[in-house]
């Protein structure tokens, strides 16, 4: 994983953190704007908020599109990525962000994190790329070791297997540099994961799902709460 995203860093980091950009041609301003629109539409689909105190961690920050905007609601930021030139990027480009802290984590789990570090986890649209379902499962079990009691973990992930067997860019147009590469790679591709099998993950860390939006989807969100705190019953949305 650490060299397939490294490569992709090197490649087009801004494309292939956010595929909603123009290959080749980044928009940097729009890129960190869609960024701040994607973090408040997550808080909003869960129902969640960030207070002026929280440490929260970004898991799979890449170049730092979600912890800028984390950076400006929170006290303090532990941004993870699995690849050294992604958060290469993430630094130069954040430079004024003096609240981050750059991790670079195995793309197994959360391990530089202190137990009990943190108020909140957020990860967006990072999941979806994994190819095991056991490493995202890990990941949910650690989001609750680090988690303080009451803390929350909003997430997403596929619940679709089909969009994992889509064909990917003509490869002749890739090597040719017209098109990105990487993308029939199964460490691009991903796998779904079932809804059932994060609520057992969950458990096992600790955590209890509160919401639940776009079950059987490619973009399926998770509200889990550690335990400990004011909790909700399991909603659907």
Request: glycine fraction near 14%.
């Amino acid at each position: 994983m650490q060299r397939f995203w490294d490569a992709r860093a090197r490649e087009d980091a801004l494309y292939f953190v956010d595929t909603r950009q123009t290959y080749r041609h980044p928009d940097l301003e729009g890129f960190f704007a869609q960024g701040d629109a994607d973090l408040e539409n997550l808080l909003g689909l869960l129902g969640l908020a960030i207070a002026p105190s929280d440490v929260v961690v970004d898991i799979g920050c890449g170049v730092g599109r979600l912890s800028r905007a984390l950076a400006a609601r929170a006290a303090r930021v532990l941004a993870i990525d699995v690849s050294a030139e992604m958060l290469a990027r993430a630094r130069d480009l954040n430079a004024g962000a003096d609240n981050i802290t750059w991790l670079q984590g195995d793309g197994l789990g959360l391990g530089p994190i202190a137990d009990g570090g943190a108020d909140a986890c957020v990860s967006h649209v990072v999941f979806q790329h994994i190819p095991d379902p056991a490493v995202t499962l890990g990941y949910v079990r650690d989001m609750g070791r680090v988690l303080r009691p009451g803390g929350w973990a909003a997430f997403g992930f596929s619940n679709d297997p089909a969009v994992h067997t889509r064909a990917a860019p003509g490869r002749v147009r890739a090597l040719l540099g017209r098109a990105p590469r990487g993308q029939g790679d199964a460490r691009w591709r991903g796998a779904p994961v079932a809804l059932d099998d994060v609520r057992a993950a969950a458990g096992d860390g600790g955590l209890e799902v509160e919401r639940v939006s776009g079950e059987g989807t490619q973009y399926c969100f998770v509200c889990a709460r550690r335990r400990g705190g004011n909790t909700r019953s399991d909603v659907v949305l």
